[in-house]
């Protein structure tokens, strides 16, 4: 099963929120996390209409991280999608059809987050992201109202069809992003190259929707790197 | 080329036509027309943002058939699709995708109808359209806010293929309806079964996409069958 969840960072008009809180039922989503929000006042509850539910029932935290736990795959919303191949933050942008398409056949916990209504996502916000959308708009007036960007995504995601694909823990593919960087390290990777490298590297294994049994055996080859270069035994049968 | 044409009917919030402006400019929409609106006062800019132009180029009319004069596709959306084959209203109701499907390759303008955030359009308001469009929502909470639907229905929209099939325009249509409704009464047609008929056969030519020449070519049949029935040479010959 594919359940999702809904993270809204630092939101800072409560009337978006209840309007959140309005399609997210409409679409029949639940799972609400509210980081760092603005006061839930009376526009929420008045946007919301028959969905308070959904806010009543929301998790608020304090922390990305806390805000992310247990997720398979972090979608990060971005209005601004990478211009060039070499800004990693935004590259690849999926648009809400293509995460449908990304998605389907899989199970897992897909939190999908949303930034902040004036500035959306930081940079290393993004950067925990394993894939990033952006809906695609005219460049005119590109600037989406945070209750529609929610609107149009969970339009497309609610008749994805789950799978028996199981995705890998995020937390997992962290630490196997922690450990490719430990190798770069290792093998004194060109230090002005590093974090450039370190991000793309992500954003590839990001979208490559990888299950735990893969990530494992991605580490497994890491370790044996490791040992080989620690060992010193390279080069010297020479 | 198709050029689409969001009208309002009755807003109720001016904060809503904000919102839909907003969202119109997003994907690349002009036309707003507003039937009968409410105040398009301060909450109508405050979600407008950098939009308010289409507010303020927007046409307002006090009756629909102005709102929808020169068009050629009427399109209603209604939140409460058919649920039986016996309620012509709003069967066969399209999802958003199959709209788009079914105007890709054909030039006109389209007129995309809302109705009041309460109540939606009435009965003799959804009679008038061509096609009528739901958006798959949860039985739970089926009830989206307007702007919301706007927002999918132009998300969908925005990337439509136009081609050089000239659709009819409406008002030949009509033409070709009150023809049809002629001839079931020159043929006494039962009249306990005659308005649901009517309403049936404009649902079915409705989403067959006429272009102008097949109109006329259907109201020369008429034509002749009438001319047949007057002059009373039919059976005579035997």
């Not at 590259?91 to 995460?99: R, T, W």
């Not at 992500?202 to 929707?209: A, N, V, W, Y």
Request: charge should be negative; proline fraction near 4%; aromatic fraction near 6%.
């Amino acid at each position: 099963m594919l359940t999702f969840r809904i993270v809204l960072v630092e939101p800072i008009y409560s009337g978006n929120v209840g309007s959140v809180a309005r399609v997210m039922k409409n679409f029949g989503f639940e799972e609400l996390v509210l980081l760092n929000p603005c006061e839930l006042d009376r526009p929420a509850h008045l946007m919301a209409v028959h969905a308070y539910d959904i806010i009543e029932n929301a998790r608020i935290e304090f922390s990305l991280k806390d805000a992310l736990k247990g997720s398979n795959i972090i979608v990060g919303m971005t209005g601004l999608p990478g211009k060039t191949d070499n800004k990693h933050f935004r590259i690849p942008a999926y648009s809400p059809k293509q995460l449908k398409e990304k998605l389907a056949g899989n199970s897992g916990v897909v939190s999908l987050v949303f930034g902040r209504e004036d500035a959306g996502l930081r940079n290393e916000e993004l950067e925990i992201c394993d894939l990033i959308v952006n809906i695609p708009t005219s460049p005119i007036y590109p600037s989406m109202n945070l209750s529609h960007a929610v609107a149009i995504v969970l339009y497309e995601l609610s008749d994805v069809e789950s799978g028996v694909r199981y995705l890998a823990q995020h937390s997992d593919i962290e630490l196997l992003y922690g450990h490719i960087d430990e190798v770069l390290d290792d093998i004194e990777y060109k230090e002005h190259k590093e974090d450039k490298t370190k991000l793309m590297l992500r954003r590839i294994l990001g979208r490559c929707d990888l299950t735990g049994r893969e990530v494992q055996t991605m580490r497994g080859i890491l370790r044996r790197i490791q040992w080989k270069l620690k060992t010193g035994e390279y080069g010297k049968s020479d």
